[in-house]
Structures are given as C-alpha cells and as structure tokens.
C-alpha cells in the first residue's frame, strides 16, 4: 500500500502524515486488523469528520500514533491521561431541567460496549458476529422486571416494523455509508437486532456500530431516572459479560469518539423560537453537540434538536450528564 490521497478535512487528513503512515503500514493485530481497515471509511468519505475506526481492541495500542492525536484532538486526552469511570446514580446531583415539560420532550442515555477479546465491526466475521449475538441474547435473556424484554433479529422483521422503529428512534439505520465503508455491514442483516423492554424504555442495538449499544429512554426531562435505569442494566449485564475495556481509554468502542463512558446522553428539545446558531452557541459554550432530529447526520425538523455531550473520555459518566443539564437549563433560559 503506498500512501493515500486523503481529502477532506477529517483528523484522519490532518493526522495521517506521510511519516505516521511510513511507521504504519505494515502493522498489524492479532485479529488481522492493518492500517487500511482503519482508514478506509475516511477515504471513501471526505465529509468525515473523523475518519477512521479501529478493528479490535489492540488497534489502540498498535496504531496509536495515528489513534492517540486523534483521540487528544477530539477529547483533549492526552497520551499521559487515565480515564475514570463512575456509573453510580447516587453521585449524579442535577435537577429536572424542565420540570413542567415545556422545552424537552425525551431524554435518552446510551452506551457503547464491546464484548471483551473479540474483533470489531470493521473485521468481524459471519460466525463471531453470532457468538456474540447469541452470548448478548442470553444475557439479556437474564434481566428481569423493568428491564426484562425480547430479542427481534433484524432478519425476521418485515420492512414496515423496520421503518416505523426507526421512526420512533427504537431502531438503527441501515446503510450508513461511514459504516458501510469500514466494512461494519457485511453479512447485512445477519446477527444484527434489537432487544426492547415492554415498556421500550430500554433498549439494547446487536452488532451495529458496536456489538452492543444499550440504551435507556424516556419521555421528559428526567435525567436521574433515565441514568439510574441504564446504571441497573449495566451492573446485571456486567455479571455475565466482560466489555472490552482499557486502565487507559476506559471502554473501547470502534469509533475514537465513544471511547471511554462511550456514553452519549441527550435530550430532544424543542426550540422553535431560538435560531439555529444561537442553539449551536449555546451548546458549544457548553460541551455540548447538536444533532438533528433523527440524529447524526440529519436537519432539525421543527425546531427540534438533540443535544448531546461531545466529550466522553476523561469524563465521568456523572460528569458528563451534569455538563448535558447545565448547558439544557441555558438553553431553556435563553428561550424564555
Ligand atoms: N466516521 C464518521 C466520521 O468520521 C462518524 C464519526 C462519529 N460518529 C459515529 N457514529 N461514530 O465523520
């Protein structure tokens, strides 16, 4: 492989030197991951904003030259730094942001996890892809009360059920193309699927982006409660499955932006009278992302945002739902 022409202004094109690509290229993981898995989706995709994914977890250690001045652009974690975690609710002080409900209308807190030892989305194959499945299945199989629910495998679900989970933010989308050139979606739909509650205010996502995303939701604003369900969940699911996790990166995740908590928590908001770059301010100014109403990559549909943390490593699970509430009260303060 000789060196590539990255375009775009991706931190893979800005990190990805002539020199860092000489000490790379012929490296390779126990799992078979090589450089060019890595830096495929990026490639392919010049509006990435990040470019790359790592195929197993050692990718992090053997192509850390690449990975680390990324993960320190993004996060602003240092090679030096030691993540920390802390999922316990009884630490989490925040109010209801909007206790009367006039501003958000759900909240959601989700985490990636990965199953200890083996690969990723971008190497995985057909028949460790359903190892996993069934080693998930059976754990979640496990979890009672509240938490107890069903396994849908993508592959015996008919299109108008596919469709209206997604609208209800229950199910992925297929065919995201940053995924599909890291090579996460071959033997689509195979292994794939959603676990739900009945109550679908918990939900865990199958060998997508990640092999497990684990999600807690609900309607308002009420972030303690949705934080102390996912908590729940975490501790039972932790009794019967390791998750890939590092003393240094805390849980590893294929994409650098969801290591550490891997956690994203958000709220759907409504602002109709705010514009929109006064809602970016705002959350800016406050750690905060803003996507828009169907999530990554997608517009604000009637003034209705989701604002999420940016950061996840080097932040506690605590801390980064705390930052998420002050910077929701700002903005609901400057909406009046
Ligand atoms: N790979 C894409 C990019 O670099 C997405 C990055 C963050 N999103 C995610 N779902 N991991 O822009």
Redesign the pocket.
């Given at each position: 492989m000789s060196y590539p022409k990255i375009e775009g202004a991706?931190l893979l094109a800005r990190f990805l030197t002539p020199e860092v690509f000489d000490a790379l290229k012929d490296r390779e993981t126990y799992f078979g991951v090589r450089l060019e898995h890595l830096i495929a989706?990026?490639i392919q995709?010049p509006d990435?904003?990040?470019?790359v994914?790592a195929g197993d977890e050692e990718s992090y250690e053997v192509f850390a030259p690449l990975l680390d001045p990324i993960i320190a652009a993004y996060h602003g974690f240092g090679p030096e730094d030691r993540h920390a975690s802390d999922l316990d609710p009884a630490h989490l002080e925040v109010e209801n942001p909007d206790p009367e409900g006039r501003f958000v209308l759900s909240t959601r807190i989700r985490v990636a996890r990965n199953l200890c030892c083996f690969p990723f989305g971008p190497v995985i194959d057909r028949r460790e892809r359903r190892m996993a499945e069934r080693a998930i299945v059976r754990a979640l199989s496990t979890l009672p009360g509240e938490l107890a629910g069903e396994y849908q495998p993508l592959s015996a679900m008919d299109e108008a059920t596919k469709k209206q989970l997604v609208e209800a933010h229950l199910l992925f989308k297929a065919e995201d193309r940053?995924l599909e050139a890291g090579g996460f979606n071959r033997d689509w739909p195979d292994a794939r699927g959603v676990f739900m509650n009945k109550a679908r205010t918990f939900l865990v996502w199958l060998n997508e982006?990640d092999q497990l995303r684990i999600i807690s939701m609900e309607r308002g604003a009420d972030l303690k409660s949705v934080f102390s369900r996912l908590a729940r969940a975490l501790k039972l699911l932790e009794a019967r499955l390791t998750f890939a996790y590092s003393e240094r990166l805390g849980y590893l995740t294929s994409?650098p932006?969801?290591l550490g908590t891997a956690m994203r928590a958000s709220v759907h908001i409504r602002l109709p009278h705010l514009a929109e770059d006064e809602v970016k301010a705002i959350a800016r100014a406050h750690g905060l992302q803003v996507r828009g109403t169907h999530g990554?990559h997608t517009e604000a549909e009637g003034g209705v945002y989701d604002v999420s943390n940016k950061r996840r490593l080097g932040v506690t699970e605590v801390e980064a739902i705390t930052q998420l509430a002050k910077g929701v009260q700002a903005l609901i303060q400057a909406a009046g």
């Open positions: 991706s989706s990026g995709n990435s904003a990040i470019g994914y940053f982006e994409c932006t969801n990554e």
